[in-house]
């Protein structure tokens, strides 16, 4: 069981936005703004779409968004192209002995 | 362009040690605030952290491994490695190695990741 809790899987159409939540609790997303958002195609490594709740690296999309709100960090993706359908994890620092912790996975799908 | 690539046995059999290293390229382990880190994906599921090391030395890891695992650091050939005692087939998976801010986050250089199988 992972420590942050997201939906197992959205779905939209082309052109359409849709958002991914995450949430965990004061010890982590709600106590420190240490919230990324990761994009995984299959049988690929993970890419870093958002890191400290909102900020986009270098290259990434403008379509990718990040948001908090208490122990609720959402990921938003705007104008859905088909690239988009993949996994999507969030990750966060905890102040638990275990110190990093990441979310169970969102599959979305592009329809 | 920094990349990682993970090295090591893709088989493993119960009760025996995996050890596996990362090897780093296009940029020293030594330079920046960055850790170096191991994480894993069940086949199938998500991604669990397992530890991390800065380039003096300094680790941290999993509660959940804590036990079982050391990771460690050879600046001198730019690598990291990480050991895993006494392997069950719940440590079955993708191993990936990555660079990562202090705080666990921002991880933005991965491996391709390597399987490992435990299995006699």
């Known amino acids: 069981q992972s420590a942050l809790t997201q939906p197992a899987s959205v779905s939209g159409s082309p052109g359409q936005s849709i958002t991914i939540s995450c949430t965990g609790t004061s010890s982590d997303i709600g106590g420190y703004n240490y919230v990324s958002w990761y994009q995984q195609h299959p049988g690929k490594a993970p890419k870093l779409i958002i890191y400290e709740v909102s900020i986009r690296p270098s290259g990434v999309s403008n379509r990718f968004s990040g948001s908090k709100s208490g122990n609720t960090a959402s990921l938003t993706i705007s104008g859905l192209q088909a690239e988009d359908e993949a996994d999507y994890y969030c990750n966060s620092y905890t102040s638990s002995s275990t110190l990093v912790v990441f979310g169970g996975g969102t599959k979305l799908t592009v329809l | 362009q920094l990349q990682l690539q993970e090295s090591g046995p893709g088989l493993v059999k119960p009760s025996e040690t995996l050890s596996l290293t990362c090897s780093v390229s296009?940029?020293?382990?030594?330079?920046?605030?960055?850790?170096w880190g191991w994480i894993r994906q069940p086949p199938g599921m998500g991604l669990h952290w397992v530890g991390s090391?800065?380039?003096?030395?300094?680790?941290y890891y999993n509660s959940s491994v804590k036990s079982r695992v050391t990771i460690s650091v050879d600046t001198s050939k730019n690598q990291f490695s990480l050991r895993l005692t006494s392997m069950t087939a719940s440590d079955t998976a993708v191993y990936y190695c990555?660079?990562?801010?202090?705080?666990?986050?921002?991880?933005?250089?991965w491996g391709p990741g390597a399987l490992v199988t435990v299995s006699s």
């Open positions: 990555a660079r990562h801010s202090s705080t666990g986050t921002r991880a933005d250089y």
């Open positions: 090391i800065f380039s003096t030395g300094n680790t």
């Open positions: 296009g940029g020293s382990i030594s330079s920046g605030s960055y850790y």
